[in-house]
């Protein structure tokens, strides 16, 4: 039997990085399935404990050159650890800085003084950034060597150590061309980037922190007649838990005694809170508003909505979207053709066109750093991460890359009716004559699924009733103070206009009097129709699909905007339906309640659960609504689209960075006075990885229903300012050759 395991994985630069790990954990016997996700630091492994342990899992990570762990990577120790080394590479680097200035600035303090020893203070300041800040680099470099390919690791390496031991050389040689500088600030400038890139990076998963934020630390629980204060470790399944007003539900529950208003805003987005009675659930982590009550524990620990909300937005976060697959083909063969391209500038500038040694290989430099694809490798990632962040802010849980590219791709929608577009319960909606109360008494012995709605829709005192009896297809008979009473199926009148509103009306009579008529109905959703509305609006082909007979599924249907409906369809028959759209060439969507439409929901290109706040991870679909409303079905293709629009723009931003980037890189521009040193070139790679990030972001500024403008514009001037930036980086390197 196979099981999943997640290891957060540290050490990775790129995309490449990842998929050295991917391939070597693929290796392990009795592992089935290896993900590796950069941007979030995660392996999702699929293996067989029978056959493997977590123990070699963990070792074949180590023997691709990195380190995996079942405990969570603490994101701020990481961004503190990449503050302290840019800090020390650039402590070390800037007397450099200094040194470069002489040659535009006669005069400056020790220009005379120093200049004979600028040549070993470089080397000595430049060899600690080098080897002990940069270490890391060679690491990744025999890493990838050992899986016989190539990273962002060998780009860096190859390119440093050229300028450092081409001026190590030239050093000793007495030969004064020296660029320790460029290697020690190319260093400085790249861990400079991975300090802002994993600053921004740890924003991305600021959805998870605020979850697990939500989660209540005490609980006030009942035991043996005392009220005691207990660690939320240490509630059991089966307690009972005093709530006051204001508190945090501490764990889901069942109410026993007492009523309140609940916010549940932060589980499910809904901003009103929800008024709960005895027998009712709650969810842990929402807040009781007003009474006090008590609760009986249902769910605890990992079992909870909230522990179970949080697994599943990281399994999503850790996940791949299908077009990730374009991003990594990319990657596999970038940076050996980027290796090549920078021989061959080599060999164009030095060999062909004569130029020094010294430019030709500064150039084969800048070429090599460039072309880095770490932008390439966040592009994907960190706008899922922050798509199904926002999603779960909103009471809609996406399950993984998978069904959020697939959102934006339907083109046909089918919801269910019961419980998807009506309430799922019925209510009385008619009520011909003054005889609820009679109604109301025969059918408190009745197990009639209508009875429920009747009873509670009179709210005082019943009759007593003798002699009753059920009688099957037709209603139910009572006695109630010597008079016999029938209640059922109309036998007098007809109640056509009611009927085909959908609605069931039953009749009351006595010896063969009618006295009145009861309509019970399963009403439609306040929002369904304004859902229906929206979807139509976006081109979207809907349909309703139900076993009701064709004029109760049409009555319904014609309530919120559908005209085209299938119906008298058996639940194991909506599946075959499903598969008749996609049979003629359509991406479909199933609206289902995830239980008894599983089927039609597996089948369909996009299954969507109406979740209630419980059982979250175990529905069906790849998209869980939580809240019951259909809005949040248009809410999810919305932010689907968003999401996959910032993925795109973010695999522009990093190949227009990368190639707009080589030509500049190699010199092709250096007749019109743009040259590109190396250092800046690293520079320009790292803010190529950040552009990405912050694009990635302006994803936090969704909110359903609204136009997010900013998010929209950005990209433009992002491109703008970026291009500015690369051409200035140009024009500067072109002064100081």
């Given at each position: 039997?196979?099981?999943?395991?997640?290891?957060?994985?540290?050490?990775?630069?790129?995309?490449?990085?990842?998929?050295?790990?991917?391939?070597?954990?693929?290796?392990?016997?009795?592992?089935?399935?290896?993900?590796?996700?950069?941007?979030?630091?995660?392996?999702?492994?699929?293996?067989?404990?029978?056959?493997?342990?977590?123990?070699?899992?963990?070792?074949?990570?180590?023997?691709?050159?990195?380190?995996?762990?079942?405990?969570?990577?603490?994101?701020?120790?990481?961004?503190?650890?990449?503050?302290?080394?840019?800090?020390?590479s650039f402590f070390l680097s800037a007397p450099m800085i200094y040194f470069m200035l002489f040659n535009f600035f006669k005069g400056l303090p020790g220009s005379t003084s120093l200049l004979p020893y600028i040549?070993?203070?470089?080397?000595?300041?430049?060899?600690?950034?080098?080897?002990?800040?940069?270490?890391?680099?060679?690491?990744?470099?025999?890493?990838?060597?050992?899986?016989?390919?190539?990273?962002?690791?060998?780009?860096?390496?190859?390119?440093?150590?050229?300028?450092?031991?081409?001026?190590?050389?030239?050093?000793?040689?007495?030969?004064?061309?020296?660029?320790?500088?460029?290697?020690?600030?190319?260093?400085?400038?790249?861990?400079?980037?991975?300090?802002?890139?994993?600053?921004?990076?740890?924003?991305?998963?600021?959805?998870?922190?605020?979850?697990?934020?939500?989660?209540?630390?005490?609980?006030?629980?009942?035991?043996?007649?005392?009220?005691?204060?207990?660690?939320?470790?240490?509630?059991?399944?089966?307690?009972?838990?005093?709530?006051?007003?204001?508190?945090?539900?501490?764990?889901?529950?069942?109410?026993?005694?007492?009523?309140?208003?609940?916010?549940?805003?932060?589980?499910?987005?809904?901003?009103?809170?929800?008024?709960?009675?005895?027998g009712d659930n709650v969810i842990g982590a929402t807040i009781n508003k007003t009474g006090s009550f008590e609760i009986q524990a249902t769910r605890v620990g990992a079992e909870s909505t909230l522990s179970q909300i949080i697994k599943l937005v990281e399994d999503a976060?850790?996940?791949?979207?299908?077009?990730?697959?374009?991003?990594?083909?990319?990657?596999?063969?970038?940076?050996?053709?980027?290796?090549?391209?920078?021989?061959?500038?080599?060999?164009?500038?030095?060999?062909?066109?004569?130029?020094?040694?010294?430019?030709?290989?500064?150039?084969?430099?800048?070429?090599?750093?460039?072309?880095?694809?770490?932008?390439?490798?966040?592009?994907?990632?960190?706008?899922?991460?922050?798509?199904?962040?926002?999603?779960?802010?909103?009471?809609?849980?996406?399950?993984?890359?998978?069904?959020?590219?697939?959102?934006?791709?339907?083109?046909?929608?089918?919801?269910?009716?019961?419980?998807?577009?009506?309430?799922?319960?019925?209510?009385?909606?008619?009520?011909?004559?003054?005889?609820?109360?009679?109604?109301?008494?025969?059918?408190?012995?009745?197990?009639?699924?209508?009875?429920?709605?009747?009873?509670?829709?009179?709210?005082?005192?019943?009759?007593?009733?003798?002699?009753?009896?059920?009688?099957?297809?037709?209603?139910?008979?009572?006695?109630?103070?010597?008079?016999?009473?029938?209640?059922?199926?109309?036998?007098?009148?007809?109640?056509?206009?009611?009927?085909?509103?959908?609605?069931?009306?039953?009749?009351?009579?006595?010896?063969?009097?009618?006295?009145?008529?009861?309509?019970?109905?399963?009403?439609?959703?306040?929002?369904?129709?304004?859902?229906?509305?929206?979807?139509?609006?976006?081109?979207?082909?809907?349909?309703?699909?139900?076993?009701?007979?064709?004029?109760?599924?049409?009555?319904?249907?014609?309530?919120?905007?559908?005209?085209?409906?299938?119906?008298?369809?058996?639940?194991?028959?909506?599946?075959?339906?499903?598969?008749?759209?996609?049979?003629?060439?359509?991406?479909?969507?199933?609206?289902?309640?995830?239980?008894?439409?599983?089927?039609?929901?597996?089948?369909?290109?996009?299954?969507?659960?109406?979740?209630?706040?419980?059982?979250?991870?175990?529905?069906?679909?790849?998209?869980?609504?939580?809240?019951?409303?259909?809005?949040?079905?248009?809410?999810?293709?919305?932010?689907?689209?968003?999401?996959?629009?910032?993925?795109?723009?973010?695999?522009?931003?990093?190949?227009?960075?990368?190639?707009?980037?080589?030509?500049?890189?190699?010199?092709?521009?250096?007749?019109?006075?743009?040259?590109?040193?190396?250092?800046?070139?690293?520079?320009?790679?790292?803010?190529?990885?950040?552009?990405?990030?912050?694009?990635?972001?302006?994803?936090?500024?969704?909110?359903?229903?609204?136009?997010?403008?900013?998010?929209?514009?950005?990209?433009?001037?992002?491109?703008?300012?970026?291009?500015?930036?690369?051409?200035?980086?140009?024009?500067?390197?072109?002064?100081?050759?």
């Open positions: 039997m196979s099981t999943r395991i997640n290891l957060a994985v540290s050490g990775m630069h790129c995309s490449s990085c990842a998929n050295i790990i991917e391939r070597q954990l693929k290796k392990v016997i009795g592992v089935s399935e290896a993900r590796v996700n950069f941007a979030s630091e995660k392996a999702s492994i699929v293996y067989d404990p029978s056959l493997t342990q977590v123990t070699d899992l963990k070792d074949a990570v180590a023997k691709a050159g990195y380190a995996a762990s079942e405990k969570v990577i603490d994101e701020t120790e990481k961004i503190k650890g990449e503050w302290h080394k840019f800090l020390w040549g070993i203070i470089s080397f000595i300041l430049a060899t600690p950034v080098q080897f002990i800040i940069g270490a890391g680099f060679y690491r990744g470099t025999w890493s990838a060597l050992k899986m016989h390919t190539f990273n962002m690791d060998s780009l860096i390496a190859i390119g440093t150590s050229v300028a450092y031991f081409y001026s190590v050389i030239n050093f000793f040689l007495k030969i004064p061309e020296l660029y320790f500088e460029t290697a020690a600030f190319l260093i400085t400038f790249v861990i400079l980037g991975k300090f802002l890139e994993a600053k921004a990076r740890g924003r991305t998963s600021e959805a998870i922190q605020k979850l697990m934020g939500l989660a209540a630390k005490t609980a006030r629980v009942i035991r043996n007649g005392e009220t005691l204060d207990v660690p939320i470790d240490q509630v059991a399944k089966g307690d009972v838990i005093l709530v006051r007003p204001g508190e945090k539900i501490p764990v889901d529950g069942v109410i026993l005694k007492g009523s309140s208003a609940i916010d549940e805003s932060m589980i499910t987005g809904e901003s009103l809170p929800v008024e709960k009675q005895v976060q850790g996940s791949k979207a299908p077009i990730q697959a374009f991003a990594d083909q990319i990657s596999a063969w970038f940076v050996p053709a980027v290796i090549i391209i920078a021989l061959i500038t080599f060999v164009i500038w030095y060999l062909l066109l004569g130029s020094s040694l010294s430019f030709a290989l500064m150039a084969f430099t800048a070429v090599i750093v460039i072309a880095c694809p770490c932008a390439l490798g966040l592009a994907t990632p960190t706008a899922i991460m922050v798509g199904t962040g926002k999603g779960a802010e909103h009471g809609i849980l996406v399950k993984g890359g998978e069904p959020l590219e697939a959102a934006c791709k339907i083109k046909t929608i089918i919801f269910d009716k019961t419980g998807t577009i009506t309430k799922g319960h019925p209510e009385v909606t008619d009520i011909i004559g003054d005889n609820l109360k009679i109604a109301a008494s025969l059918e408190k012995y009745s197990e009639h699924s209508l009875a429920e709605a009747i009873v509670k829709k009179h709210t005082g005192e019943l009759f007593g009733v003798s002699d009753f009896k059920a009688v099957p297809g037709e209603g139910i008979t009572g006695k109630i103070s010597g008079k016999v009473y029938f209640f059922g199926k109309p036998k007098v009148k007809s109640y056509h206009d009611l009927e085909n509103m959908g609605k069931t009306v039953m009749e009351l009579s006595s010896e063969g009097e009618v006295l009145g008529a009861i309509a019970v109905a399963d009403t439609v959703k306040e929002t369904s129709k304004e859902a229906v509305e929206r979807l139509i609006r976006m081109g979207i082909d809907v349909w309703m699909i139900t076993g009701d007979n064709t004029r109760t599924a049409r009555a319904i249907a014609q309530q919120v905007g559908i005209t085209n409906v299938l119906a008298e369809v058996l639940p194991q028959d909506k599946a075959g339906e499903v598969k008749r759209f996609q049979a003629q060439g359509k991406k479909v969507a199933m609206v289902g309640d995830g239980i008894n439409d599983a089927p039609a929901l597996a089948q369909a290109d996009l299954g969507i659960a109406m979740g209630s706040g419980t059982d979250v991870a175990m529905e069906s679909g790849g998209i869980v609504i939580i809240k019951n409303d259909l809005r949040d079905v248009v809410n999810a293709i919305d932010l689907s689209k968003e999401t996959m629009q910032k993925i795109k723009q973010n695999m522009f931003f990093a190949l227009f960075y990368n190639v707009a980037g080589i030509p500049i890189a190699a010199r092709v521009f250096s007749f019109a006075g743009l040259i590109l040193k190396p250092e800046l070139a690293g520079l320009a790679m790292a803010l190529s990885s950040i552009s990405v990030v912050s694009n990635s972001l302006l994803l936090r500024g969704y909110r359903p229903g609204h136009k997010n403008y900013v998010s929209i514009m950005a990209p433009f001037a992002m491109a703008f300012g970026f291009t500015w930036l690369f051409i200035e980086f140009a024009r500067f390197s072109s002064g100081m050759k």
